[in-house]
């Protein structure tokens, strides 16, 4: 795969701290960007380490790497190598775990002296990540950021959360490594990356600082590290690309289809048909006729299928590109559902 | 008040030194609070070393009590912030809310100008052979405002913050002009005749606007010499640990005299009503 980025690289000069070299002409560059070009504030006296950060602009994401500048003409200064993928490229880049590591290479980067974006082959498969749904689950649970002590899996919580996400999700995904806790007040990430040997400093925050090593636990969690039924993920995922900004009613929905899954009770069934008749909102003009015919077409297999063949029905529905249907498939299995367990036995 | 680089964070550091020493007019009522910078960058002082470089995203306020040589009771603040912050305000014609407190709270105004390392453009009528080709006006670096120009416009928008444009002057807070890291200028002049013959419009500005009594400019060497980025820092190093950190920073008064009480801008603002 070819994907192409935009990258930039800021540090210290005469006059401050500003770009040394961009691949887009600096009027282009997000200045949303500027606060993560530098040293987090309350880093002074304190051990600090190369940090990585994650903020949306207007039409992308951007991932930052600091570093201290040992070639410097001033104490304390830094540099920050900048990478901005577009929107449009967002469904190419699967995982961003390729993207660190290139954000981490001195060499890489070196194609900026010639001013000129990169164009590189990434492998960009997927890698879940067992802890990103536990993030997700705070998150979701939290107007507040997810604080997570230690840094050592934030490639892979950043890389699950970005593949499983939602696109518009992903524009409020922004994450920090945070030295001080008094950072905090100004930051706006979604999940902050707190360094081990700084927790103490944020005792005041220990509640809220997750440990982030148990197993998946719930639905969500499953299906954000990538651990859930392949089955289950197709239709997820299928919602996710049909109502985007859905994703809080995603997580709820994921609940209770787990609940389903382990034999809950009939409220839960009927909380997920609520969910798709009230959250999810279908456009009013399909609605009328896509329902009948999926609902006609799927009921009509689902009368004829066994349960455990439900699943794929849906999945193919998935496959031929027609979302709605995908719905109505989901929306038809759980009936059945609720038809058999509020049925006689 | 001062940009990235002028030295914000190594007058501080000095001035509380001496302030802790006694040995000036102004000494300290009690030990201020969120005092860590000041106190990290006077030990990398303490060892020959420039204080770091504050980050960009820093923004904090250090309350310094202090008593005056009538014994009167004073609190200065001493903001710490990245000096980028108020480049970024100059570029986006905005003010973030952080600031807006300290502005319309602040009774005098204490900046510092290095000029130094001030961007001056050339003049077409002196050296018109120097002056950039239209097709290097692409060059960011040619297109940036000279730095009185810079100033003037900061001035402007920090008043419009704090209570619309001027039109009533003399409510304008009491402002020192602090010319930092002077001794890189090498000059013998007062500091006014020598901003005024770096960077002119500045101070036909700021007289035209401010009441006489309410404006100075004060040269100031901190440090006495530099510490790092040229080759003679090595050797200066020496002599500034050997004669005490304390001892080699020096200020120019507005008459042009130079003498090692570093605190005179700030008892010159204290006296202003």
């Given at each position: 795969?070819?994907l ?5 690289v ?5 006059g401050?701290?500003?770009?040394l ?6 009027e282009?560059l997000p200045?949303?960007?500027?606060p ?5 504030g ?11 950060a994650?903020?949306?602009y ?10 201290p500048?040992v070639h ?8 920050t ?6 929107e ?18 001195e ?9 000129c ?15 990103g749904?536990?993030v997700?689950?705070q ?10 002590s230690?840094?050592e899996?934030?490639?892979s ?6 593949q ?13 490594t ?6 905090l ?11 081990s040997?700084?927790v103490?400093l944020?005792?005041?925050l ?7 090593l ?7 969690e499953?299906?954000t590290?990538?651990?859930s ?8 995922h ?10 809080r009613?995603l997580?709820?929905?994921?609940d ?6 382990q034999?809950?009770d009939?409220r ?6 609520h ?7 279908l456009?009013?003009?399909y ?8 609902v006609?077409?799927?009921?009509t297999?689902?009368?004829q ?7 794929p029905?849906?999945?193919l ?5 027609e ?5 109505m498939?989901l ?10 367990q509020?049925?006689?036995? | ?6 030295g ?16 000036h007019?102004l000494?300290s ?12 960058a006077l ?10 470089h ?11 009590p ?7 009771a004073?609190?200065v ?5 990245g ?8 570029e986006?014609?905005?003010v ?8 319309e709270?602040?009774?005098r105004?204490?900046i510092l100008?290095?000029l130094?390392q001030a961007?001056t453009?050339v003049?077409a009528?002196?050296?018109p052979a120097?002056?950039p080709?239209?097709?290097?006006a ?6 940036v405002l ?8 900061l ?6 913050v ?13 402002l ?12 013998q002049?007062?500091?006014?005749n020598?901003l005024?013959s770096?960077?002119p ?6 007289e035209?606007t401010w009441?006489?009594?309410?404006i100075?400019v004060?040269?100031?060497?901190a ?6 980025r ?6 200066y190093?020496?002599t ?7 001892h080699r920073?020096?200020?120019?008064a507005?008459?042009?005299?130079i ?7 700030l008892r010159?603002?204290l006296?202003?009503?």
């Amino acid at each position: 795969m070819t994907l192409t980025l935009h990258a930039a690289v800021y540090g210290w000069k005469i006059g401050g701290h500003q770009t040394l070299s961009s691949s887009l002409p600096l009027e282009q560059l997000p200045k949303v960007l500027n606060p993560f070009t530098d040293r987090p504030g309350g880093t002074q006296g304190i051990a600090w380490q190369p940090y990585f950060a994650g903020c949306s602009y207007s039409g992308g994401y951007a991932l930052t790497y600091t570093h201290p500048d040992v070639h410097a003409a001033r104490s304390g200064t830094v540099q920050t190598r900048v990478l901005l993928i577009a929107e449009t490229q967002w469904d190419q880049v699967g995982t961003l775990e390729a993207l660190f590591a290139l954000l981490e290479s001195e060499r890489a980067f070196a194609a900026l002296s010639a001013g000129c974006h990169l164009v590189f082959p990434l492998p960009l498969k997927p890698s879940p990540s067992p802890f990103g749904g536990q993030v997700v689950t705070q998150w979701r649970g939290n107007t507040v950021p997810v604080l997570v002590s230690g840094t050592e899996h934030l490639r892979s919580i950043m890389s699950g959360l970005w593949q499983r996400l939602p696109k518009l999700m992903r524009s409020h995904l922004g994450f920090q490594t945070l030295f001080h806790p008094d950072d905090l007040n100004a930051s706006t990430a979604a999940v902050v990356f707190v360094p081990s040997g700084q927790v103490p400093l944020w005792s005041r925050l220990e509640p809220k600082v997750p440990s982030i090593l148990a197993e998946p636990t719930n639905a969500l969690e499953r299906y954000t590290s990538g651990a859930s039924l392949p089955e289950v993920h197709a239709i997820l995922h299928s919602l996710e690309r049909w109502d985007g900004s859905g994703w809080r009613v995603l997580g709820r929905l994921a609940d209770a289809v787990f609940q389903l899954e382990q034999g809950a009770d009939l409220r839960a069934g009927s909380d997920v048909l609520h969910l798709l008749h009230t959250s999810l909102s279908l456009d009013a003009k399909y609605m009328h006729t896509l329902r009948h015919q999926a609902v006609k077409l799927v009921c009509t297999q689902i009368a004829q299928a066994p349960v455990s063949a439900l699943w794929p029905l849906a999945s193919l529905a998935l496959e031929a590109q027609e979302q709605i249907k995908v719905g109505m498939a989901l929306e038809a299995r759980l009936t059945q559902i609720l038809f058999s367990q509020s049925a006689p036995a | 008040m001062g940009l990235s680089d002028a030295g914000k964070t190594v007058y501080g550091a000095q001035l509380w030194g001496l302030i802790q020493d006694g040995t000036h007019a102004l000494k300290s009522r009690s030990s201020p609070d969120k005092l860590y910078t000041l106190q990290h960058a006077l030990e990398r002082l303490e060892e020959g070393k420039a204080p770091e470089h504050t980050a960009l995203g820093t923004f904090d306020e250090i309350h310094l009590p202090l008593f005056d040589e009538a014994g009167q009771a004073h609190e200065v603040v001493w903001p710490d912030y990245g000096g980028e912050q108020l480049r970024q305000i100059l570029e986006d014609r905005v003010v973030p809310s952080r600031w807006l407190k300290p502005l319309e709270d602040a009774e005098r105004w204490l900046i510092l100008l290095r000029l130094g390392q001030a961007h001056t453009p050339v003049s077409a009528l002196d050296n018109p052979a120097e002056v950039p080709a239209p097709a290097d006006a692409k060059d960011p670096e040619v297109l940036v405002l000279p730095t009185e120009a810079q100033w003037i416009e900061l001035l402007q928008i920090l008043w419009w913050v704090r209570e619309g444009f001027p039109q009533r002057p003399a409510r304008l807070p009491a402002l020192a002009l602090v010319l930092s890291c002077y001794d890189e200028l090498a000059v013998q002049d007062t500091p006014r005749n020598t901003l005024a013959s770096t960077c002119p419009l500045l101070p036909e500005f700021l007289e035209n606007t401010w009441h006489p009594n309410a404006i100075e400019v004060f040269g100031l060497s901190a440090q006495g010499g530099p510490l790092e980025r040229v080759p003679e820092a090595d050797a200066y190093r020496q002599t500034f640990l050997e004669s005490g950190t304390r001892h080699r920073g020096y200020l120019v008064a507005p008459n042009g005299v130079i003498h090692s009480d570093l605190t005179e801008p700030l008892r010159w603002l204290l006296e202003r009503a």
